[in-house]
Antibody, heavy 122, light 113 residues
Framework: EVQLVESGGAVVQPGGSLRLSCAGS????????MHWVRQGPGKGLEWVSG????????GYADSVKGRFTISRDNAKGSLYLHMNRLRTEDTAFYYC???????????????WGQGTLVTVSS | DIVMTQTPLSLPVTPGEPASISCRSS????????????VDWYLQKPGQSPQLLIY???YRASGVPGRFSGSGSDTDFTLRISRVEAEDVGVYYC?????????FGGGTKVEIK
């Protein structure tokens, strides 16, 4: 069974830092692109960042560019999101999402984790 | 960035009746070389994580009932439910993956009348 489990969510002060992790299991992790998608309280979905299977293609939303860094460790089957200079508007559930790759494009988001909550508040 | 505009914001539906949701992109999502249109549809049921319904304009994801279908052109897209069931309630999102940054529509909340 394909499973994605996020961890690392916490309450943090504005300006602080946090690292989210996502552990994948039940599939060949290095065949998948991985993404972070967030959802603020009562809001819609917002794509945060994505990374292809070999870390050769990385993208960020404008709202987090320069503050967040995505990375992955295929040997550990893990995805990370390093979040710096956090703002109150970064408060959200953060979902880890997988996308099976079959070429050089961007692929549909086929499996979603349960999410981890990040609260930025003083 | 590509802007995805969904309508309506809210959609009250009657079980057994059809329903449709529209989505428009600010740029073409058609990859002319490959002939594919890179729009997907997701459903977030109450209290759950989102799930994939339709990918690449019209392909149903594994396990998705046949009452769901996707169609459209290079900038205008439609998700149709042929006969709504009670379990279809939730918020539906369209999403483009033509290029980074990936962007979502604002969502359409489907609820039973």
């Amino acid at each position: 069974e394909v499973q994605l489990v996020e961890s690392g969510g916490a309450v943090v002060q504005p300006g602080g830092s946090l690292r989210l992790s996502c552990a994948g299991s039940g599939f060949n992790f290095d065949e998948y692109a991985m993404h972070w998608v967030r959802q603020g309280p009562g809001k819609g979905l917002e794509w945060v960042s994505g990374i292809n299977w070999n870390s050769g293609r990385i993208g960020y939303a404008d709202s987090v560019k320069g503050r967040f860094t995505i990375s992955r460790d295929n040997a550990k089957g893990s995805l990370y999101l390093h979040m710096n200079r956090l703002r109150t508007e970064d408060t959200a559930f953060y979902y880890c999402v997988s996308a099976l790759e079959n070429g050089s494009g961007i692929y549909h988001l086929d499996t979603w984790g349960q999410g981890t909550l990040v609260t930025v508040s003083s | 960035d590509i802007v995805m505009t969904q309508t309506p914001l809210s959609l009250p539906v009657t079980p057994g009746e059809p329903a449709s949701i529209s989505c428009r992109s600010s740029q073409s999502l058609l990859n002319s070389d490959e002939g594919y249109t890179y729009v997907d549809w997701y459903l977030q049921k109450p209290g759950q994580s989102p799930q994939l319904l339709i990918y690449t304009l019209s392909y149903r994801a594994s396990g998705v009932p046949g009452r769901f279908s996707g169609s459209g052109s290079d900038t205008d897209f439609t998700l149709r439910i042929s006969r709504v069931e009670a379990e279809d309630v939730g918020v539906y999102y369209c999403m483009q993956r033509m290029e980074f940054p990936i962007t979502f529509g604002g969502g359409t909340k489907v609820e039973i009348k």
